[in-house]
């Protein structure tokens, strides 16, 4: 269920790119707003801004002016180093296209990383990982190393180690990028439960329809702003989410 909670505020963010020959305006005055238990999914042109707003939300970059809050924290104080690896550890889990599960840990190990770095003790590990792999139908390969495992089922893991900890928000980037429509759908549906299960926020960045149906809301980006939304609820309708990004890809013509 998303309730009132605000996990993530986004105020005025810009940014611009600077070089000799000229300046890019990536990101102009992003405002929203991302609550408890809410899925957003951003939807965009290429070139739109997609991924600088996610480096700057996942602390990689800074933005040339305005600031997010992420569970109470200004985004001001983070963004130098080593302050900013802490503050990814302690507040963010990533999801990414191609996984990035380390390919000599096993899935149950992939699955710990993120506990040992935050310091839980070996008891509590023990119990939160054997959970994990059961709630993400992973049981059986729980020894196995990421090779031996389908496209999805790495992505499962990979949902696994994000949500471990489950930490005040998940990024996801192109999280079915590299996956057949029968495998995404599967994937979704183990994110969405796991958002219920545990309240978690996320935040997708996708070019696909079909994840944007599963989101509670869709923010479509062009020319690094927001010109449109939608609010799905989780029970989007593909056609209307496809009408609105069409639209988007005309107005990159005009
Ligand atoms: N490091 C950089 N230096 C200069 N310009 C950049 C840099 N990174 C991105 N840009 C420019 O900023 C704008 C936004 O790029 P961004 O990569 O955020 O778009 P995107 O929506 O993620 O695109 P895509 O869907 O193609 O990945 C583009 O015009 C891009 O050329």
């Known amino acids: 269920m998303v309730n009132s909670q605000i996990v993530l505020s986004v105020e005025k963010i810009s940014k611009i790119y600077e070089s000799a020959e000229s300046n890019v305006h990536a990101l102009k005055n992003i405002c929203f707003q991302l609550r408890k238990g809410e899925m957003l999914a951003i939807m965009g042109t290429s070139g739109s801004g997609k991924s600088t707003l996610l480096n700057i939300l996942g602390a990689l970059d800074q933005p040339s002016s305005g600031k997010i809050k992420l569970n109470g924290i200004d985004s001001n104080d983070i963004f130098d180093e080593p302050r900013a690896t802490d503050y990814r550890r302690e507040n963010i889990g990533f999801i990414f296209q191609n996984f990035n599960l380390l390919k000599d840990l096993s899935v149950a190990e992939n699955i710990t990383l993120p506990l040992i770095l935050q310091k839980y003790n070996s008891k509590e590990i023990e119990q939160k990982v054997n959970e994990m792999i059961e709630l993400m139908g992973l049981t059986k390969w729980k020894n196995h190393r990421p090779v031996e495992l389908s496209g999805g089922q790495q992505q499962r893991v990979a ?21 057949d429509f029968n495998t995404s759908t599967e994937v979704l549906k183990v994110l969405v439960d796991m958002k219920k299960q545990f309240t978690q926020s996320i935040l997708l960045v996708t070019h696909d329809p079909l994840v944007a149906t599963y989101a509670d809301r869709v923010l479509f980006f062009h020319d ?31």
Do not use: W
Request: with cysteine; hydrophobic share 35%.
């Open 159 to 179: 949902i696994g180690r994000a949500i471990i900890t489950t930490p005040p928000i998940i990024l996801a980037d192109e999280l079915t990028g590299n996956l």
């Open 224 to 254: 690094g702003q927001i010109i449109d939304e939608y609010h799905c609820s989780g029970t989007g309708d593909i056609e209307e989410i496809m009408g609105k990004f069409q639209n988007i890809l005309g107005k990159k013509s005009v």
